[in-house]
Nanobody, 121 residues
Framework: QLQVVQSGGGAVQAGASLRLSCVVS????????VAWFRQTPRQAPGSERE?????SSDGSTTYAESVAGRTTISQDYLQMNMLKPEDSGTYYC?????????????????WGQGSQVTVSS
């Protein structure tokens, strides 16, 4: 069973950078994949969390089109640059104990507690 503990977040101005950390523990094999999702005010109530970025256990990465080019994911953090007001929301780190790269929330078993990110214009 994996444990996922995330930290970071806060309030920043548009154009700033932010790093969210994610510590995954409890893996016996050392094989796990990590993804970041977010829930934003723009989404309709009851909407599925939006995939932001993912990294597979083999180091392969994938990014949502809305953040590609200004975001970097590792197994330990999510670095977001040139933040926009539409990036505001609650960010969740999630993990699955296998090699995986899809940004589908239902694919991930273990979740962090969420971190609030607020970007003001």
């Amino acid at each position: 069973q994996l444990q996922v503990v995330q930290s970071g977040g806060g309030a920043v101005q548009a154009g700033a950078s932010l790093r969210l950390s994610c510590v995954v523990s409890g893996s016996r094999s050392g094989v796990y994949s990590v993804a970041w999702f977010r829930q934003t005010p723009r989404q309709a109530p009851g909407s599925e969390r939006e995939g932001v970025a993912g990294i597979s256990s083999d180091g392969s990465t994938t990014y949502a089109e809305s953040v590609a080019g200004r975001t970097t994911i590792s197994q330990d953090y999510l670095q977001m640059n040139m933040l926009k007001p539409e990036d505001s929301g609650t960010y969740y780190c999630a993990a699955v104990p296998m090699r995986w790269l899809r940004l589908v929330p239902a694919d991930y078993t273990y979740w962090g507690q969420g971190s609030q990110v607020t970007v003001s214009s």
